[in-house]
């Protein structure tokens, strides 16, 4: 079976901890990115990828960190300077010739920060 | 920039039709996507529209206005498990895809 998983579902975590959010896809697909969304609102872009070592800036970068090491894998960290980091955290992958306008979402992540 | 505009929510009654708008305002426009969301659950993807015209696929079609910027859904045959959210996208500067606020539509007996 192809798609995107991310684990945990739910993450709780104490104020002032880091912690990164896994996504892994098995899809082949080239761009990978993390989105994070408030109750009731829309997607916000954090950070995105398009290929394996290099990644840009979303919209809302401040605070958080990526890597991608490995076609596969794009770990989300949620550092202790993002201010107010519960949300829901969605991971996404698209094939190249889509250019990004059919995305693929992992189930997501929700994380609690108290 | 980029900012879209959605309406909050619309509600519609099983087999009705229904139509959703998106108007949108971007530096550079190459296309705009159409997703789904039930609660609790992830974003799927609906359709995307790169020219002018119509899409359709099965009971969902979506229609792109570029000189207007703008673009609806239309959903045919409602049923009680489109209830959801739907989101409309763009794609700004590189990959950097903003999202609509949101419709929730609320499928009716």
């Known amino acids: 079976d192809g798609g995107i998983t991310q684990s945990p579902k739910y993450l709780f975590r104490k104020e002032g901890q880091n912690v990164t959010l896994s996504c892994e896809q098995n899809?082949?697909?080239?761009?990978m990115y993390w989105y994070r969304q408030d109750p009731g609102q829309g997607l916000r872009l954090i950070y995105y990828?398009?290929?394996?070592?290099?990644?840009q800036k979303g919209d809302i970068a401040e605070g958080y960190s990526v890597s991608r090491e490995k076609k596969e894998s794009f770990p989300l960290t949620v550092t202790s300077a993002q201010k107010n980091p519960t949300a829901f955290y969605l991971c996404?992958?698209?094939?190249?010739?889509?250019?990004?306008?059919?995305?693929?979402f992992g189930p997501g992540t929700r994380l609690t920060v108290t | 920039g980029q900012s879209l505009e959605q309406p909050s929510e619309v509600t519609a009654v099983e087999g009705a039709i229904v139509q959703i708008n998106c108007t949108y305002q971007?530096?550079?426009?190459?296309?705009l996507s159409w997703y789904q969301q039930h609660d609790g659950g992830a974003p799927t993807f609906l359709s995307y529209n790169g020219l002018d015209g119509l899409e359709e696929t099965g009971r969902f079609s979506s229609f792109l206005s570029r000189s207007d910027s703008y673009g609806y859904l239309l959903l045919q045959e409602l049923q009680m498990k489109d209830s959801a959210s739907y989101f409309c996208?763009?794609?700004?500067?590189?990959?950097?895809?903003?999202f609509g606020p949101g419709t929730r539509l609320s499928v009716l007996p």
């Open positions: 971007t530096s550079g426009f190459y296309g």
């Open positions: 899809l082949n697909h080239d761009a």
């Open positions: 996404a992958s698209s094939p190249r010739e889509s250019r990004g306008y059919e995305q693929y």
């Open positions: 996208a763009v794609r700004g500067t590189g990959q950097n895809f903003v």
């Open positions: 990828s398009q290929i394996v070592n290099d990644f």
